[in-house]
Structures are given as structure tokens and as C-alpha cells.
């Protein structure tokens, strides 16, 4: 699918803490190896016990909308032709206790509502200056 | 009670819209400087430290160097924005309470035609990082956003409809005719003007945001035995807090619906040993209508799913509110100097000298930013 917000808008850059959420195809989540605590986005450290040993957990990419907000003004002018444009909150099913944030794509902007099930779908978008993919989770009606 | 310390002096430069300010931000800050000192009967030369918050632009040494400050002792800045005004004013007290300074400036000066607007969002085209990474790449940029995402949670858990936050505006409007300092004077807001004014952000109005101005507001904090020699009634620092939360941001699971302000009052409150109703006035720093409602909340004014009642029906308006509430007209109507205009309103407010003013006040509350931590509170007390 082509960007929510424009083939030439900003992109994350990709380094230790952000490159499993952004290259691997897949909503991949932090997960502790010691606790199994989830938690996002990753830190070098686990909120729950403290361990330097985290990993990556490959979650279906069910989830419920927690909080949603339709942005109306364009506060860049790279975002001018992309608004009104729907942010969600988003809980994930199999990785209870985090939250991630997204774009709702696939029907208008304003009819998502708090509670609505989304899955998760993949833009994709080369980096124009590594040449790398990326694939940037964004959500859609579900059920 | 054996206060320690006090706002001795009070000072501001003319508010302007943004890009109207015949001065630079550091004339701003000179002249809000200088009326404050005046206001407080010392010589520039007898200040002895700087605080403010967010930026160092107006930095402590270049402060010190204009306005000939024989003996700069104390010189602090927050790393936070507008959430840390009260924070600044902790740091004042906190120095003067421990002897290491006698007479501490707590300043904010803005000038958004020089400087652009306060938390833009960055460019197009680039790459973000941290946290950016993974908001910035959904068009997640700016606190009306972040704050807006909060708030939608809020009034969705608690059935709030959107006069709430139009009678949070409408106060702030309402309250600021009758002060001449105020951009919005002589412009009062009615419900249709708001209801018709354009979306920033679901749920925000344009009437919901702060505005751009340019301008600056200063207050000296000075020892117990300044303060007692001073021309003008001390207003006491009778205690303020900082806190986090519990849990803070748009990825906290269990704490969305929130202003993060709720440590800020379970440490005031346990500090002061006062309570809500034991404030006479309030001034809450609106970054956004939204952010303030939840921020009532947290302070322990109102229950959630009394908000809407508790706001409505003209209940923050005018001297003899139900709550007197952002008496000047607040950061939406009097001007927006981060909140720092909200402290000379508090202290206003204890000498008898608001637009607005409240009879017999004890206890003036201010309380900084909402929906960011740390986050901060001060009450200022008319008695030692």
C-alpha cells in the first residue's frame, strides 16, 4: 500500500530500537527473555525486572483501538494534501500492556471509534537513502 | 506557619500577537525583569539567581551581564516545557529556603515571530528518532495532538460531551474582559463562534489551543526577611510538587484518560496539608482545554464523571465562581507566556490586585502544563 501521509513523508530512522519495528513484515513487539513482560517502544532495559535480555515477539497483529484522534490542521506543509488523517492508539491482543500507535487506513477518518478491533496492515516504502525496505504497521477495520 | 520564602515582586512586558513584538526575546525579557525588581523595591544588582524553563536562549550569564548583577549565586533551567512552571518556582524556593540565594528571578520570555512557534513540528522528508520514530512517521507531531489523543480517551470513558471543554474556553474568555492586559480583551467568545471555529484536532477546536503571542513575564522570590521589608504584601510559597504520573505518555496502558497530574497532587496536597477546597482561586495552564478538564480531575476538583456539571453553567466565570478560575484570562485569553503570566496572576490575586479579584483569598493554586511530567504545582498563601 502507498503512505497514509505521502510517499515523501518523514521516515524513522533505523537503528537498535527501531529497526525490528519497522523492517520485519510483521508487528514485532519487545518482549523480556527473563519475565515475558512486553513493552514498547523498546528500551535497553526491562520496566518490569530490570533485564538487559530482551527480545523480539511476532505478534498476529490483532488489536482494539484505545483512543483515536482525526488530525484536521496540517502542521507541516509536506502533511497539506494528507489531512484529515485518523491517529490511532492501538492495544495489541498477544502483547498485553502495550500500546502502539498507527494510522487507521481503509475507511474514513472519522469513523474510527474507541473499541473498534484492527489488524494490522504494512506500508511499504524504500529509504531513499539506504535503499531498505521498511514496513510501517498501520491498522484496519477488523470483523 | 513560618514561611521561608515568597514572590516579592512581580513584572511583564506588553503582550503581543505573534510577530508584533517591537522587541527581541531578550528585551522581553529585560523589561519583565526590571518591572518585577521594581515592583519588589530592590536594585537590579541585589538579584542573585535565574530560572526558567524549556530553553536557554535568555541564558543566566547573558541576563547577568545586561542587567549588571554584582554576584550571580544561583542559575538554574528546567528541562521541560510548560508542565515545569511550577517546578521553576520550586527551584526558586528551594534556594532561597537553603540560604544559597536572597532574591531569585523566575522568568519566562517568548518571542515566536523571532523564534517560531513553541513545539512545531519538524520537517518533511527527513528521518525521525527516539521516540519520534515511532510517532513522527504517523503524523503524531505536536502536543495538541498527543494531549488530543488523552482527552478522547477521557471523554469517552467518562461521557463528556464537547461543551465541556467550550465552557473551559469560554471562562478564560469570559475572565479576561475585565483585564486591559489581555489580547482577548474587548473579544469575548460566545458558544456559536466556538462551535463554528475550525477542527486542529479532533477533539479540539481552534478555541481549544493556545495561542502564539510574543512577550515575557518575571517574579522575584526572595528570603522571609526581604519579603517582610518589601512595599508590596508577600505572596508565601506555601509548598509545590512535581510528579510523573503514575505511568506518563500516549503508550502508558493503564493511564490514557489522564493529565498525568495525579502524584502532582497526592505530593501537594501531602506537603501543604491543604486540599482543593482550601484553594480560593486556581490558575491551570491550558495548553488545551481538553488537557486542563482531566488536569481538574487529577487535582482532586472533581470526579470524572462530575466534570461536565462541574464546569458548566458559568462555574469558572468571574471573581464570585463556584471556582474562581484563570482570572486574567489564562493562556487562551490573556496571553500565552507559558504560563509564567498564570504565577503573576496567582500572586495578583493574593495582594488584592487582580482585574478579577477574588475576596479574602488565602490560597492561590497554579498549576503547570497538563498531559506532560514531570508535571507541577504551587500554592502561594497570604499569611506566614
Known amino acids: ?61 490483532a488489536g482494539k483501538v484505545e483512543s483515536v484522534a482525526v488530525v484536521h490542521h496540517p502542521v507541516n506543509p509536506g502533511l497539506a ?40 496492515v504494512m506500508e511499504e516504502v524504500d529509504d531513499p537513502k539506504s535503499g531498505q525496505r521498511l514496513t510501517i504497521p498501520q491498522w484496519e477495520a477488523a470483523g | 506557619m513560618d514561611r521561608k520564602s515568597a514572590v516579592t515582586g512581580i513584572g511583564e512586558s506588553a503582550y503581543y500577537k505573534y510577530g508584533d513584538s517591537p522587541h527581541t526575546e531578550f528585551q522581553l525579557a529585560c523589561i519583565a525583569i526590571m518591572a518585577a525588581a521594581e515592583d ?13 524553563y524549556s530553553d536557554t536562549r535568555n541564558g543566566p550569564t547573558r541576563l547577568a551581564a545586561a542587567l549588571g548583577i554584582e554576584n550571580l549565586r544561583w542559575a538554574a533551567t528546567t528541562g521541560s516545557g510548560g508542565n515545569s512552571v ?21 522568568f519566562r520570555a517568548l518571542c515566536q515571530g523571532q523564534f517560531g512557534r513553541f513545539g512545531q513540528a519538524g520537517g518533511a522528508g527527513g528521518t525521525m528518532s527516539g521516540l519520534l520514530a515511532f510517532n513522527g512517521p504517523y503524523g503524531l507531531l505536536t502536543p495538541a495532538q498527543q494531549c488530543a489523543l488523552h482527552t478522547a480517551r477521557f471523554m469517552h470513558d467518562h461521557g463528556i460531551s464537547q461543551e465541556a471543554l467550550c465552557d473551559i474556553a469560554m471562562a478564560c474568555y469570559a475572565n479576561a474582559q475585565n483585564n486591559p492586559r489581555a489580547l482577548k480583551y474587548g473579544k469575548p467568545l460566545t458558544r456559536e463562534q466556538y462551535h463554528a471555529s475550525r477542527w486542529i484536532v479532533t477533539p479540539y477546536h481552534l478555541f481549544d489551543c493556545c495561542p ?46 489522564s493529565s498525568f497530574y495525579g502524584q502532582v497532587a497526592e505530593n501537594l496536597w501531602g506537603y501543604t496539608g491543604l486540599g482543593p477546597t482550601d484553594m480560593d482561586v486556581v490558575q491551570f495552564y491550558e495548553n488545551f482545554t481538553g488537557a486542563v478538564m482531566i488536569a481538574m480531575c487529577d487535582m482532586g476538583f472533581a470526579p470524572p464523571d462530575g466534570i461536565e456539571e462541574f464546569v458548566s453553567g458559568g462555574a469558572l466565570v468571574g471573581a464570585d465562581a463556584k471556582l474562581p478560575f484563570n482570572t486574567s484570562g489564562g493562556n487562551l485569553a490573556e496571553a500565552y507566556i507559558h504560563g509564567m503570566q498564570m504565577v503573576n496572576e496567582s500572586v495578583r490575586q493574593i495582594r488584592g490586585e487582580s482585574t478579577c479579584q477574588v475576596s479574602n483569598v488565602e490560597h492561590a493554586l497554579m498549576v503547570g502544563g497538563p498531559g506532560y511530567a514531570p508535571g507541577s504545582a504551587i500554592v502561594f498563601g497570604a499569611s506566614t
Open chain 1, 1 to 61: 500500500m502507498t503512505r497514509v501521509l505521502g510517499d515523501g513523508w518523514a521516515l524513522p530512522a533505523l537503528d537498535h530500537s527501531t529497526t525490528a519495528f519497522f523492517t520485519s513484515g510483521k508487528l514485532v513487539i519487545q518482549q523480556c527473555s527473563k519475565c515475558a513482560q512486553f513493552q514498547h517502544p523498546p528500551e535497553g532495559v526491562c520496566h518490569s525486572c530490570q533485564s538487559f535480555e530482551l527480545q523480539h515477539f511476532e505478534s498476529a497483529g
Open chain 1, 81 to 120: 494534501d494528507h489531512v484529515p488523517y485518523a491517529v490511532l492508539v492501538v492495544s495489541v491482543d498477544d502483547a498485553p500492556g502495550v500500546l502502539v500507535i498507527g494510522n487507521g487506513v481503509g475507511k474514513a477518518p472519522d469513523e474510527f471509534r474507541i473499541g473498534d478491533p484492527v489488524r494490522v
Open chain 2, 86 to 106: 511550577a517546578a521553576a518556582m520550586m527551584l526558586a524556593d528551594a534556594a532561597v529556603t537553603a540560604g544559597y540565594a536572597e532574591n531569585v528571578v523566575v
Open chain 2, 212 to 257: 502564539e503571542n510574543d512577550g515575557a513575564a518575571a517574579v522575584i522570590v526572595s528570603s522571609a526577611a526581604r519579603a517582610k521589608d518589601g512595599p508590596k504584601s508577600p505572596a508565601w510559597i506555601v509548598g509545590a510538587a512535581q510528579g510523573i504520573g503514575p505511568q506518563f505518555g500516549t503508550y502508558a496502558p493503564d493511564n490514557l484518560a
Open chain 2, 40 to 52: 519588589a523595591g530592590i536594585a537590579l544588582s541585589e538579584i542573585d539567581g535565574f530560572i526558567s
